[in-house]
Nanobody
Framework: VQLQASGGGLVQAGGSLRLSCASS????????MGWYRQAPGKERELVAE??????AANYADSVKGRFTISRDGNTRSLQMNSLKSEDSAVYYC????????????????????WGQGTQVTVSS
């Protein structure tokens, strides 16, 4: 599985940005796909992800009501509205993939796949 991210940039507080991530390769292995972010001096954290099987979305509390993750074919997009300075970070597209044909939903056989990071800067 390969991930290609696009979007990001500089925006004023209160503004909006959209990130997209296109998957390719053995996409049938993808169990979940979404976005993480990492700000300077902080740990990487989950922002939002979609479960490929159920379609359920999972959001960080800090972005609920402001960010929306969606799917269009092999692409996952993250619409970010009402951006705050604390949203500034490098955003990474991420996929959880299964490496088991026999137990595709067993977490013991899950691996992480990362796309390249894209900078989001929110000026206050």
């Amino acid at each position: 599985v390969q991930l290609q991210a696009s979007g990001g940039g500089l925006v004023q507080a209160g503004g909006s940005l959209r990130l997209s991530c296109a998957s390719s390769g053995s996409i049938f292995k993808i169990r979940a796909m979404g976005w993480y972010r990492q700000a300077p001096g902080k740990e990487r954290e989950l922002v939002a992800e979609l479960n490929s099987k159920t379609g359920a979305a999972n959001y960080a509390d800090s972005v609920k009501g402001r960010f929306t993750i969606s799917r269009d074919g092999n692409t996952r997009s993250l619409q970010m509205n009402s951006l705050k300075s604390e949203d500034s970070a490098v955003y990474y597209c991420h996929a959880t993939v299964s490496n088991s044909e026999w137990y595709p939903d067993d977490p013991r056989y899950f691996d992480d796949v990362w796309g390249q990071g894209t900078q989001v800067t929110v000026s206050s």
